[in-house]
């Protein structure tokens, strides 16, 4: 299993940016995928962006296109969320998630994220 701890959340004004970490341990050689995704409050979970572990390909969602930017640093099994040009509708609990190569997920406590006008 893997166990994931994420950090960076906060508060900052729209147009602000932030970084988020997300840091695995465990088994993570069995990863396979990462991804960040985030729930709003009164709304289903969904996902932000993906990136796989072995090659660094990398997905987002139509709504952070150009504005987010999700990495990892192998060497430190750690993955990342760049965050640029914060709007209020991206006020959200962030989830930080592992897949591994059986198909097990993996998640992170969350870390609150919370963009103000």
């Known amino acids: 299993q893997v166990q994931l701890v994420e950090s960076g959340g906060g508060l900052v004004q729209a147009g602000g940016s932030l970084r988020l970490s997300c840091a695995a341990s465990?088994?993570?050689?069995?990863?396979?995928?990462m991804a960040w995704y985030r729930q709003a409050p009164g709304k289903e979970r969904e996902l932000v962006a993906t990136?796989?572990?072995?090659?660094?390909?990398?997905n987002y969602a139509d709504s952070v296109k150009g504005r987010f930017t999700i990495s990892r640093d192998n060497a430190k099994n750690t993955m990342y969320l760049q965050m640029n040009s914060l709007k209020p509708e991206d006020t959200a609990i962030y989830y930080c998630?592992?897949?591994?190569?059986?198909?097990?997920?993996?998640w992170g406590q969350g870390t609150q994220v919370t963009v103000s006008t």
């Open positions: 990136i796989t572990w072995s090659s660094s390909n990398t």
């Open positions: 465990g088994r993570t050689f069995s990863m396979l995928r």
């Open positions: 998630n592992a897949r591994s190569v059986n198909g097990y997920d993996s």
